[in-house]
């Protein structure tokens, strides 16, 4: 089992910057591809980013620019660098791990006041 928690999310005003971690600990050996989905309210969960175990990164078209993927393969964390924060970006952020199969975390809440 992989077990992911996330931090680092909180209220912001719009233009502002949070930045996410999530630390994988348990079975991380054979750990892949990590990134962030989101949950709006009333909402389909959403992709956000992804990273490969080599650092290679995708970004939703909607968060392109805005957001930074980074990795620490050594600390078994990946992080989320959020710029110019906007009130569509309010929602739970979770956290993935590919191991095979899927492993989520728990989900940190990011408001972003107009």
């Known amino acids: 089992q992989v077990q992911l928690v996330e931090s680092g999310g909180g209220l912001v005003q719009t233009g502002g910057s949070l930045r996410l971690s999530c630390a994988a600990s348990g079975s991380i050996f054979g750990i892949g591809a990590m990134g962030w989905y989101r949950q709006a309210p009333g909402k389909q969960r959403e992709f956000v980013a992804r990273?490969?175990?080599?650092?290679?990164?995708r970004y939703a078209d909607s968060v392109k620019g805005r957001f930074t993927n980074s990795r620490d393969n050594a600390k078994n964390t990946v992080y989320l660098q959020m710029n110019s924060l906007k009130p569509d970006d309010t929602a739970v952020y979770f956290c993935y791990a590919d191991r095979g199969s899927d492993y989520w975390g728990q989900g940190t809440q990011v408001t972003v006041s107009s």
């Open positions: 990273i490969s175990s080599s650092g290679t990164s």
